[in-house]
T-cell receptor, first 114, second 115 residues
Framework: AQSVAQPEDQVNVAEGNPLTVKCTYS??????LFWYVQYPNRGLQFLLK??????LVKGSYGFEAEFNKSQTSFHLKKPSALVSDSALYFCAVRDRNQGGKLIFGQGTELSVKP | EAGVAQSPRYKIIEKRQSVAFWCNPISGHATLYWYQQILGQGPKLLIQ????????DSQLPKDRFSAERLKGVDSTLKIQPAKLEDSAVYLC?????????????FGPGTRLTVL
């Protein structure tokens, strides 16, 4: 079965420092991976996705993610965090065996302090 | 381009009452999804439509939940009767074709509180 794990419930970083939000996955076949961000009382906003090709994927708001097949990971990164990046981040994998639904991790709360 | 629209944004009901949520996807998107997001968890798919046909409703509690997508555009999700454990945010999403590489775009959600 397809699954996604986000091992950290919360990540705290200082503004200006690099940030990493971790994600590992378990899929059969080639993975299609996604990152979404959720601000309070808002829906999920798409950040980036990995389908194939370059292992480093660039997305919205300066975020990027590194696909590592050997470690089955897809960590979200940003070189310099902003206070406005504080939000809930979700990693997801496409379930290609069941109509293409997204399987989400439990989410990681990112807090960026000034 | 207008995003996915949902209404109402908030709803409070007593248990055993019924409730309905409405979703209007991005224009031209063939695939529509309803997800349930319980506090502290990631969203979980309830039902997926391709045009007006159901692709996946394996996790929809069919004894109390129903959904339809008439004419392949708008969709309505209904709960009857509601239980306390139905308290959650109900997210609607749409994608152009429903293919594996498609991006799903989410609406703002409806926060349901069942008392």
């Amino acid at each position: 079965a397809q699954s996604v794990a986000q091992p950290e419930d919360q990540v705290n970083v200082a503004e200006g420092n690099p940030l990493t939000v971790k994600c590992t996955y378990s899929v059969s076949g080639n993975p299609y991976l996604f990152w979404y961000v959720q601000y309070p009382n808002r829906g999920l906003q798409f950040l980036l996705k990995y389908i194939t090709g370059d292992n480093l994927v660039k997305g919205s708001y300066g975020f990027e993610a590194e696909f590592n097949k050997s470690q089955t990971s897809f960590h979200l990164k940003k070189p310099s965090a902003l206070v406005s990046d504080s939000a809930l981040y979700f990693c997801a994998v496409r379930d290609r065996n069941q109509g293409g639904k997204l399987i989400f991790g439990q989410g990681t709360e990112l807090s960026v302090k000034p | 381009e207008a995003g996915v629209a949902q209404s109402p944004r908030y709803k409070i009901i007593e248990k055993r009452q019924s409730v309905a949520f409405w979703c209007n996807p991005i224009s031209g998107h063939a695939t529509l999804y309803w997800y349930q997001q319980i506090l502290g968890q990631g969203p979980k798919l309830l039902i997926q439509f391709q045009n007006n046909g159901v692709v996946d409703d394996s996790q929809l509690p069919k004894d109390r939940f129903s959904a339809e997508r008439l004419k392949g555009v708008d969709s309505t999700l209904k709960i009857q009767p509601a239980k306390l454990e139905d308290s959650a945010v109900y997210l609607c999403a749409s994608s152009p074709r429903g293919g594996d590489t498609d991006t799903q775009y989410f609406g703002p959600g409806t926060r349901l509180t069942v008392l």
